[in-house]
């Protein structure tokens, strides 16, 4: 089992930047590939970023490309988005979620563990 608690969501201007985190605990998180997700109200969850349990490989939705970075620090068993220029369409609920996979998946289906999710708002 790993058990995931996400942190750092916010409310914030267009423009802004936020610093997502996600603990890990349970099982060595750094066997897991990692993935954030977001879903905003009325809307399907949505695939944002992927990280390989090294770190050496990265994917991002088109969405996200060029203003959010993934990564993680296994030593400390925590992952990280950074989400720079925030925009309205980026308010949402962002989920951390562990995959047995390499690489992790695009898809929701690719991850055995879930946070609870952290808010982020960003305001025009």
């Known amino acids: 089992q790993v058990q995931l608690v996400e942190s750092g969501g916010g409310l914030v201007q267009a423009g802004g930047s936020l610093r997502l985190s996600c603990a890990a605990s349970?099982?060595?998180?750094?066997?897991?590939?990692m993935g954030w997700f977001r879903q905003a109200p009325g809307k399907e969850r949505e695939f944002v970023a992927r990280i390989s349990w090294s770190g050496g490989n990265r994917y991002y939705a088109d969405s996200v490309k060029g203003r959010f970075t993934i990564s993680r620090d296994n030593a400390k068993n925590t992952g990280y988005l950074q989400m720079n220029d925030l925009k309205p369409e980026d308010t949402a609920l962002y989920y951390c979620a562990a995959s047995t996979y390499s690489y992790g998946s695009t898809s929701t289906s690719g991850y055995n563990y879930w946070g609870q999710g952290t808010q982020v708002t960003v305001s025009s």
């Open positions: 349970g099982r060595t998180f750094s066997t897991y590939a």
